[in-house]
């Protein structure tokens, strides 16, 4: 079957590493194209870029099946619905972005959408019952995945990472992505008073007085396994939020806003939610004070959402889709 894809944001993004692992997922048993619609102009109208790249790819495709996300969905112009279309739903939060109108009409149009589409992919709970309660019935869940053997960080490569980085003398606090939308600055502020090395990584729209680090994967992984709490006070509706997901896989303990689809992960693995700004330096100390009790709790739900799970659950959907016969459930690992 010729599947095609699009690519709507930087790969850094855990939407995107979701997606790219379906494409390598879906690529063993057929033919997939994946095509760049990314926006060209980086600070102007972003979606609408995004969306008219789609359209003008997807008018001239010549496939048998879409899978998309959610720009791509809200975008979508096989009008006729000749070919199978499958969305990704990540999340999308209305409240989010520079036109609160522009932004509901985009969520009107995704919901429209979204109800046309042969199956709908939810990456938590959270949405899968969102979408349901707005009238998507066509809704699966499957989580994301990782390998969870690539989290197995020797103490040789946190010593080097630590000596590199000066982190020495100090309790470590990773504050997460540095994006006002991720709750770097919430974080900050209500933790600045303790004495502990405040680190952020990944893309940058916020300047704070903490070190800030751009690194590969693996000293990304490194930073997490040094990091004696790692603190995501996110704003936006997450889908479920891959880094407290590989921080668990760290066991590095994790407290989080719980927002969207977050906090079914931190609620199974045990971590904490923390809601309120004002909470979190007391949170932060339990945390600290019960690592190894967390660190083990969150490890072992984090490693249960394997690859093996992950490709199970994608071939066994296209399997349905192509010949009608339905999967019981999203495949244990």
Known sequence: MRITMFSTADPQYGGSRYEQM??????????????????????????????????????????????????STISMADWGRTRLNVSIMHH???????????????????????????????????WRDHLRSQGVENCTV???????????????EKSRFMDKHGLRGKPIIYIGNCQRLKGVVIAYEALSSMDAHFVTSGLKDVELPCLHLTLDHREYKTLLAVSDVCVLMSIILEGWNRTAHEAMLCKTPVVGSGAGGMRELLTGGGQLVCSRPEDLPSAVEYAMRNQDRLGDAGYAFAARFTARRFRDAWEGLMNELETGKKPLEEPES
């Open 22 to 71: 379906v494409s390598d997922v879906l690529s063993e048993r057929h033919s997939v194209s994946v095509y760049d619609v990314r926006p060209r102009f980086m600070r102007f109208a972003q979606r609408p870029q995004v969306m008219l790249r789609t359209v003008w790819r997807e008018l001239g495709c010549r496939t048998d099946a879409f899978v998309r996300n959610e720009l």
């Open 92 to 126: 999308f939060d209305p409240r989010i972005g520079p036109s609160r109108l522009l932004s509901n009409m985009f969520e009107k149009a995704l919901m429209m959408n979204l109800k046309k589409c042969d199956r709908v992919i939810a990456v938590s709970e959270f």
């Open 142 to 156: 499957i989580h994301n995945a990782f390998d969870v053997q690539d989290y197995d960080i020797t103490e040789e």
